[in-house]
């Protein structure tokens, strides 16, 4: 095969020419056009303007580069969104400039809506980055915040919608309702007033009391404590429910209903923790709008009616017509004011859903709402990230609650982010917060069975790191006036109680490692892994992260866990495994959490520079030493314990990042076990694109290939974290690196072939299948280094198209991205962004390191690399396929290179597509249904579920009709297999997300134009 047919032609884009100085998107033109926006639109002082224009000048000859890469693409739109971008970075990271403006203002100068400005910005990060980071400093990017604005924005949008579902379930949801309802038209207040005088409220917590620790679960009890208030105020000819019927509600005996205990039912939320979120809400209720709190039960108001009122407050005049009107202005005032210097998001706009700001734009073409937003909120909806979002549709909030019934009898609430949430937060409350803090008499049996007892070291080190990871140190004194209790105060609660659910999940999981270990080894002194410094921290880590994960703090994102506790993401996805394993009471949430977060592990964060894998890659490989080296990409020394502790003391209240550390232990420690860093995480990744495709966590499933056989002597974790240099014992001579990289390895094909099966059904490329495959795992082996930096999926669409062209197929780089695009881990960074070295291409001149699109990767780095072997695994006969296979086994590099494998048969998802065109899936029966089917009572053994097509005949005819209509002349796919035990289910969110996707929800519709791709090759 020619070179010419493995190159493709240059994107038509690429040679453009520089437009005249009089065109209309000459720079001159836009510099002119930029000077308008900021002095005419935004009226800015000299100062700023200043600031803007010197970003703006350094950063201009990017723009036209970009146009292609953000928003749809045309000159106009990217301008303004260059624009946003540029006043947004002056804004978060310029000192001693005045505050002007807000994002939202920006954005509505700009025409942009937030979604759009939060999918977008990744671009501008990674084209500007180095600009950036050369005016502001190397923690641009920290300081920036751009990843906690994201995660604000979706959780300010999920508990917007939580709210009004939950008020419509209490209230009427108009003032046409109250009419219908009441020949009262002229009583005090409208519906409409009480719901944003509640979001204020809950907003006044938010800023004052929620202020350091956002998180989904808190601000949950939060709105659940507002609904309280609003109950027992809101005049009863609002109310949707009459409360003396509704089987909800909780009763005590000749006292009415115990409101706070029926609200904890209803939404699942720690009576504790309500009972101090009330108490809080009503003390911001008396400081801010100085109204006289008075114990309910001095009270006989119709709304108070069959209430037990002990330990309520109520607040006489709140929900009176003018008091209402004042207060909620009120509320806004001191919202404007606690949020002027530092709040980007103006919060109260996300009460009202028809607001601009608010609006999908281009993602689905309509208002964003969870029933319309479903692909976009299915990540940050996770612990992410994050726990997997099945976003229902919400039920109707016009339904009828006839009799007073709250959406039945029996109804659970309909499964939402926050609900998710509150969920997994019960089981860290009823089944990890009751265990001891210190270790249990059997896990100190283990710890003190050692060489020497290291119990002490054991609770010391997690003391130090969980202190780390959540420091009890405020952020300075924030009262306001009154009896309401301290910022601060709040903050060391919730610290104190979140590292205490770390810690003991963290002994409850290691107990049973050690049981198993010892298991393993029949014996119980497990000196290796017990002093290993590395292990015990990825188990702090991952026990943080859990908690951490259960309550979506924002200022807490993956992976701050890992900069913390000085580990890297190498070091983690060893231990997720086990632990999933280890914690059979793991909720299924945060084993999905898990099995997302070693998925992101394996895509890129372990390829990233600083990653200790390359410390293990050199032992194992020393071939690559030299370009490790010249990267510059191998792990610094992790810091010691001392360190951090002294780290934590000196920067106390300033959330410390183990980072700036500069003390670090050198020597090999206990067993030689090398130090392995914390990684700098510099790559931005946008929350409301990224996906969870991985399947169910399964016991051994990431490693459970038919003819991938992961080396995994006995003790496993023990090798795992022994010095990369140390001989294995059970390894056949093979070092730990070596049989650490085997592992990795085989989980990086395992994922490769889940992501390129799906890639080949949407392209219907099955005949490639096998030669993608085997050209992914040649180029793994073989040309390890075009990994170095990059992500696994970059290289999977590359192997498309080699192979597409090498096997002469009409199949176009755009198509693939189109269809990559569709996949649900997809990321446009990954086709937009990629790392290039060009001193290593050594082509056209070029030096120094840059992000270029994928077309380009391809082209410069990719086939000049892998021509040799891409020829080699071009599509042949069985026959020679079998001969080739073995002679490529025979000649692959040395220690460490994994046998070539035909592609593995992989675990039926459920449901599966069982038709190209129909949007039909299959599914096993559950066993709860069986007994039911085979009953003799049953007159069927079949359920055919859908829209029927015809009048009833028999289960025969009904599956006979079906089978004809989805097959018609296309050849049958074969048997689906639901016997193999091990066989795995797929994530609610990949399901959710495919049948989104397969009936027109995706992000680009059939025939909008990939917006980064401008070809026809």
């Known amino acids: ?207 004052h009391v929620f202020s350091r620790y956002k998180n989904l679960v808190t601000c949950t009890n939060g709105l659940v404590a507002i609904l309280a208030i609003l109950i027992i105020h809101v005049p009863v000819r609002s109310r949707n429910f009459t409360i003396q019927d509704s089987p909800r509600f909780v009763r005590k005996e000749r006292k009415g209903v115990d409101l706070v205990a029926s609200l904890c039912n209803i939404y699942d939320t720690s009576e504790d923790e309500l009972r101090k979120t009330l108490d809080m809400a009503n003390g911001l209720i008396a400081d801010i709008l100085k109204k006289n709190p008075r114990p309910a039960s001095e009270f006989r108001t119709e709304s108070l009616a069959n209430i037990d009122t002990d330990d309520l407050i109520y607040f006489e005049d709140l929900m009176e017509e003018a008091s209402l009107s004042s207060s909620s202005d009120i509320l806004e005032k001191d919202y404007a004011d606690a949020t002027r210097n530092n709040g980007e998001l103006d919060e109260r706009v996300f009460v009202n859903e028809e607001d601009s700001l608010l609006d999908s734009g281009s993602l689905s073409g309509g208002a964003m709402n969870i029933n319309g937003a479903k692909r976009k909120f299915d990540s940050m909806a996770s612990p992410a990230k994050t726990i997997t979002s099945p976003l229902s549709s919400f039920p109707s909030p016009s339904a009828s609650h006839a009799n007073g019934f709250l959406c039945g009898s029996n109804s659970k609430m309909v499964a939402t982010p926050v609900t998710t949430a509150m969920t997994t937060a019960k089981w860290l409350r009823t089944v990890i917060s009751p265990l001891s803090p210190k270790p249990s008499p059997e ?9 020497r007892d290291v119990t002490t070291d054991v609770i010391r080190r997690a003391n130090i790191i969980l202190e780390a990871i959540f420091p009890s140190s405020g952020l300075g004194e924030r009262c306001i006036t009154g009896s309401l209790q301290c910022t601060s105060l709040m903050d060391s609660i919730w610290t104190e109680q979140r590292r205490l659910e770390a810690l003991k999940l963290y002994y409850r999981v290691l107990q049973a490692m050690c049981t198993a270990e010892a298991q393993i080894l029949h014996a119980s002194n497990l000196t290796s892994l017990l002093t290993n410094e590395r292990f015990h921290r990825c188990m702090l880590a991952c026990s943080a992260e859990l908690v951490l994960a259960t309550h979506k703090t924002v200022t807490m994102l993956f992976p701050a866990v890992l900069e913390r506790t000085g580990i890297t993401a190498f070091d983690l996805s060893k231990v997720i495994e086990s632990f999933i394993r280890h914690e059979e009471s793991l909720p299924r949430e945060l084993r999905r959490h898990l099995n997302s977060l070693e998925e992101r592990l394996l895509e890129s964060m372990v390829w990233e520079k600083g990653s200790s894998m390359y410390n293990s890659l050199t032992v194992a490989r020393p071939a690559l030493s030299s370009e490790v080296n010249r990267l510059g990409l191998l792990a610094e020394p992790m810091p010691s314990l001392d360190a951090i502790a002294m780290h934590m003391n000196i920067s106390c209240g300033n959330l410390p990042c183990v980072p700036s550390l500069q003390k670090s232990e050198t020597s090999p420690g206990q067993n030689g076990d090398m130090r392995s860093p914390k990684r700098l995480c510099t790559e931005y990744r946008s929350m409301l694109v990224e996906r969870n495709p991985f399947t169910s966590p399964v016991k051994d499933r990431l490693l459970a290939l038919n003819n991938i056989k992961a080396k995994l002597p006995p003790p496993a974790l023990q090798s795992a974290f022994a010095s990369p240099t140390r001989p294995n014992p059970g390894a056949g001579g093979e070092t730990c690196a070596e049989t650490a990289i085997n592992v990795f390895f085989s989980k990086i094909v395992k994922l490769a072939a889940v992501r390129i099966n799906g890639l080949v059904e949407r392209l219907q490329l099955s005949l490639q299948r096998e030669s993608i495959y085997c050209l992914f795992q040649q180029i793994l082996s073989q040309r390890t280094t075009l990994f170095f930096n990059r992500h696994i999926d970059q290289i999977i669409l590359c192997c498309f198209y080699g192979i ?23 990321k446009p960074q990954v086709f937009r962004s990629v790392f290039v070295d060009w001193s290593s291409a050594r082509r056209h001149g070029k030096t120094g390191q840059e992000h270029v699109d994928i077309i380009t990767f391809y082209n410069e780095i990719f086939i000049p690399a892998v021509k040799p072997v891409l020829l080699e695994v071009a599509p042949v006969g069985t026959a020679q396929k079998a001969n080739r296979n073995t002679e490529i086994n025979n000649s692959t590099d040395g220690p460490g290179s994994p046998k070539i494998s035909a592609f593995p048969s992989l675990p039926d998802m459920s449901p599966k597509k069982v038709s190209a065109v129909h949007n039909v899936y299959v599914s096993p029966l559950r066993s709860s249904k069986m007994d039911a089917l085979i009953s003799n009572s049953s007159k069927s053994y079949y359920a055919c579920v859908g829209e029927s097509t015809h009048a009833y005949q028999s289960p025969s005819k009904d599956l006979t009709a079906i089978n004809n209509r989805l097959n018609g002349n296309r050849k049958l796919r074969g048997m689906l297999n639901f016997d193999d035990v091990d066989v795995g289910l797929v994530s609610d969110s990949l399901v959710a997300n495919s049948l989104y996707l397969q009936n027109g929800s995706c992000g680009s519709s059939s025939g909008a134009p990939v917006k980064s791709e401008q070809l026809d090759s």
């Open 1 to 207: 095969m020619s070179p010419p047919a493995l190159i493709m032609e240059d994107p038509k884009a690429k040679a453009s020419a520089p437009a005249p100085a009089d065109h209309p998107h000459s720079q001159a033109s836009v510099e002119a056009r930029f000077v308008v926006f900021c002095k005419s639109g935004l009226s800015l002082n000299e100062n700023t303007f200043t600031e803007a224009m010197k970003l703006f000048n350094e950063s201009k000859h990017l723009l036209p580069t970009t146009i292609s890469a953000i928003g749809t693409g045309t000159p106009e739109e990217v301008e303004r969104y260059w624009f946003v971008f540029i006043l947004y970075v002056v804004k978060r990271l310029s000192q001693g400039l005045p505050d002007e403006f807000t994002l939202f203002e920006i954005l509505r100068l700009g025409k942009l809506n937030c979604v759009d400005f939060l999918k977008e910005l990744p671009q501008f990060i990674v084209k500007a980055g180095p600009i950036l980071s050369s005016q502001y400093g190397a923690d641009w990017e920290k300081r920036l915040q751009a990843k906690e604005l994201q995660a604000n924005f979706v959780h300010l949008m999920i508990l917007s919608k939580y709210y009004k579902r939950a008020f419509r379930e209490f209230f009427l949801a108009s003032d046409a309702e109250v009419d219908e309802q009441s020949a009262v038209t002229n009583a005090a207040g409208s519906v409409s007033n009480y719901y944003r005088f509640g979001w204020l409220l809950f907003l006044a917590l938010r800023s």
């Open 443 to 451: 896990l100190e049996r283990f710890l003190s069975s050692c060489d």
């Open 804 to 826: 597409a062209k090498i096997s002469q197929l009409n199949l176009t780089f755009k198509e693939i991205i189109f269809n990559y695009r569709r996949q649900p881990q997809c």
